[in-house]
């Protein structure tokens, strides 16, 4: 006769099968090590030589091909002179939430001369991420790609490649030293100066001084499909990204599988990820690929250049490449259409899981602003200090633990649990002319305290203040569904009703549409404390974040593991 177990009973056989199944899959997975060795190096670009701070002597860093359910072991020893810090972009860190690297936020730095050894198993994720410093502007040299392959036996959900070249990273060059840009820009409080040239894969390209030589190719082979892995490793700069002549067709986007979208252009924005399939199914020459910045601010100074790539064909005795196509730098419709054009792939072996019934509903305001300089004038508009808020708060980083320590330990005085889920007063965000009584924000440490298993939702509302923009907004420890976007302020009766909860695009980085919205959802199941911020590197030096603080779950698998015995002190 058959009967019902008593429920702590279930509860125990159940948790049990979950520890046993962990252990025996983590025992059929491998152990990655490496050894990131930070020093400076020096590079030439643009006609003269700077010394760079790099991992390995490398520009970009070394590229770690892994397979998904692999641990990764990665000893970082710092022999460079600025404290420094590796963030793993887009990994889960289900439980290591002292290896996701934000200075200050899960870890203090590695200090020079210092070392730390991150280690972090790669949990049912496949696809293109990276990883890249998080530590001032440092991130401006030190990035690289991490390429995690599905498990053996498997294949990918889409019309498999001949060829799966290197990575392309986009990137942002300065011919002065970055850091000596950012702590001028944080002196003076003015916006800091815009970078020189964009690269790929760390060159300029031939529309730049003394950069043809060293201008990247991709060399490939008529009738043959590539899969290129995009990285968007800027500092500052949102992205239009194509190939001339050429049909892209996205297949994955920061390591979620999407459905095929047939596209020209590619938009990314700081931190994002995105995987085309190209055919070469053009005459035999050379092509360019090229990459500019979408500059969706008004007034505010960019880098107007573009970098450019040779995509060469086997055979060809052309010595002109075909010339591409890009968007205008302010064409907001083309950013558009190729985000809102993304969909989950849905499969039933990559599902999609947003939730529909909602415990947390969070309205963020994320936008800019300015602050009094007391004594005399500062550099930025009106005399006063760059700065940005999300809520009205300008976070400010601690600097005697890091956020995660004092959450662990139990000290005192890092932080405060008071981040409203509201702004404190409403407007209408979008106006031309927002009064300037709401442009100066209040600086804090505060963080918003989520339960485990709880399924949240938040509105990320741009505002006008000081200046509209495109805002790059990236949460550390989660992938997120974006339910929906628009333009102009958020209707809490009209706007939801048009969420899409059957295919939403799976990011960690969605773009807030320069004077619009964006809805995003995710069950925050990985304990922990978790950076939110803008990617542009800029705004979050002025304060454009805050944390989540992820409370324990009820069983051991749901726990914040304890932190490593190497763990920098502060």
């Known amino acids: 006769m058959f009967h019902i177990m008593s429920t702590s009973y279930s509860a125990r056989f159940f948790w049990l099968f979950l520890v046993v199944n962990f252990w025996f ?17 020096p590079v030439t670009r643009l006609c003269q030589t700077n010394d760079i701070i790099t991992v390995n002597g490398q520009f970009p860093g070394p590229t770690l091909n892994v397979t998904s359910g692999d641990t990764l072991v990665v000893k970082v020893l710092n022999y460079a002179r600025y404290d420094v810090t590796i963030h793993w972009h887009g990994v889960r860190q ?28 790669l949990t049912d994720q496949e696809g293109t991420l990276w990883w890249h410093a998080h530590s001032s502007w440092l991130r401006a040299t030190v990035y690289g790609s991490l390429i995690i392959y599905p498990k053996e036996g498997t294949k990918y ?54 950069s043809s030589s060293d201008t990247y190719r991709l060399s490939v082979k008529a009738g043959e499909s590539y899969l290129l892995r995009i990285i968007n490793a800027a500092l500052n700069a949102e992205l239009f990204f194509t190939v ?22 590619v938009m990314l924005g700081p931190g994002q990820t995105t995987d085309v ?52 730098y302010n064409d907001t419709q083309t950013a558009t259409q190729f985000t809102t054009g993304l969909r989950s792939l849905g499969s039933p072996d990559h599902p999609v899981n947003a939730p529909f019934n909602i415990d947390e509903n969070l309205f963020f305001t994320v936008g800019l602003g300015l602050l009094d300089c007391p004594g005399q004038p500062c550099g930025g508009p009106n005399g006063k200090r760059s700065t940005a808020s999300m809520n009205n708060v300008s ?65 990320l509302q741009g505002t006008s203040i000081v200046s509209a923009e495109n805002h790059p907004i990236h949460l550390h420890g989660y992938d997120f569904y974006i339910v929906g976007e628009g333009f102009g302020n958020f209707d809490p009766q009209r706007d939801p009703m048009t969420f899409n909860l059957i295919d939403p695009p799976q990011r960690n980085t969605v ?57 920098p002190v502060c």
């Not at 899959?25 to 190096?41: E, G, H, N, P």
């Not at 030293?177 to 760390?202: K, R, Y």
């Not at 919205?517 to 995710?522: D, H, Y």
């Open 25 to 41: 899959t983590t025992a059929l997975a491998d152990i990655r090590s490496y050894t990131f060795v930070i020093r400076a190096q």
């Open 94 to 121: 289900i439980r290591t939430a002292w290896a996701d690297g934000p200075e200050f936020i899960t870890q203090c730095p590695i200090r020079p001369g210092g070392s730390y050894t991150y280690r972090f198993t």
């Open 157 to 210: 959900p889409f019309p498999q490649p001949c060829h799966e070249p290197e990575p392309i990273i986009l990137g942002e060059w300065w011919n002065r030293n970055p850091i000596d840009v950012v702590n001028q820009a944080t002196q003076t409080g003015a916006p800091p100066n815009i970078s020189d040239a964009f690269t790929i894969n760390a060159q300029p390209g031939d529309l730049y001084p003394c």
């Open 244 to 265: 001339a002549d050429h049909v892209l067709m996205v297949v994955a986007v920061d390591s979620s599988y999407t459905k095929l979208l047939h596209t020209e252009v």
């Open 277 to 328: 399939l190209l055919i070469a199914n053009k005459p035999v020459g050379k092509y360019y690929i090229a990459a500019r910045a979408y500059a969706s601010a008004q007034g505010i100074p960019f880098d107007n250049t573009t970098t450019t790539a040779i995509l060469d064909y086997e055979g060809s005795s052309s010595s002109s490449p075909v010339s591409p196509n890009l968007p205008a």
């Open 395 to 459: 976070f400010v980083f601690p600097k005697t633990f890091s956020l995660l320590q004092a959450h662990y330990f139990g000290i005192q005085g890092v932080f405060t649990k008071d981040f409203p889920d509201n702004p404190p007063m409403q407007f209408d965000y979008t106006a031309q002319n927002v009064s300037t009584a709401l442009w100066s924000p209040v600086r804090g440490t505060k963080v918003k305290v989520l339960k485990y298993n709880s399924a949240v939702q938040i509105i």
């Open 511 to 567: 773009g807030v549409p320069v004077n619009g919205w964006s809805a995003i959802r995710f069950v925050a199941d990985n304990p922990g404390i978790w950076l939110m911020h803008c990617h542009l590197d800029v705004h979050i030096t002025w304060g454009l974040a805050m944390a989540f603080l992820v409370e324990n779950g009820p069983h051991p698998l749901a726990r914040l593991e304890a932190p490593p015995l190497d763990l």
